[in-house]
Nanobody, 126 residues
Framework: QAQLAESGGGAVQTGGSLRLSCAAS????????LAWFRQAPGEEREGVAA????????FYYNSVKGRFTISKDNDKNTLYLQMNSLNPEDTAIYYC???????????????????WGQGTQVTVSS
């Protein structure tokens, strides 16, 4: 059973930055597609970014392009999300997810992801 644990969330002001981490225990992220999703209050969960197993290909969705960067450290089994130029619309609980079917790596549909962390809150104030 894979276990994913997010950290790094917090409260920042508009224009600030945060770096989220997702540690994978009892599970190797080296061979698996990983992704970040987020869910704002009253909204459906949406894809933020994804990365292929080798880390050579990344996917970004919605308004995060150019502001967020997804990366992974396979030696540490850790996924990262560097978030810059944050704005109040980025306020949400951020989740890491893993292991969709290989052809669907990068899918923004949360249905395909088998393993999920508990989430970390990000709050951006104006």
């Amino acid at each position: 059973q894979a276990q994913l644990a997010e950290s790094g969330g917090g409260a920042v002001q508009t224009g600030g930055s945060l770096r989220l981490s997702c540690a994978a225990s009892e599970y190797s992220g080296r061979r698996n597609c990983l992704a970040w999703f987020r869910q704002a209050p009253g909204e459906e969960r949406e894809g933020v970014a994804a990365i292929n197993p080798g880390g050579s290909r990344t996917f970004y969705y919605n308004s995060v392009k150019g502001r967020f960067t997804i990366s992974k450290d396979n030696d540490k089994n850790t996924l990262y999300l560097q978030m810059n130029s944050l704005n109040p619309e980025d306020t949400a609980i951020y989740y890491c997810a893993a292991d969709p079917p290989v052809p669907l790596c990068g899918s923004r549909n949360d249905y395909w992801y088998k393993y999920w962390g508990q989430g970390t809150q990000v709050t951006v104030s104006s």
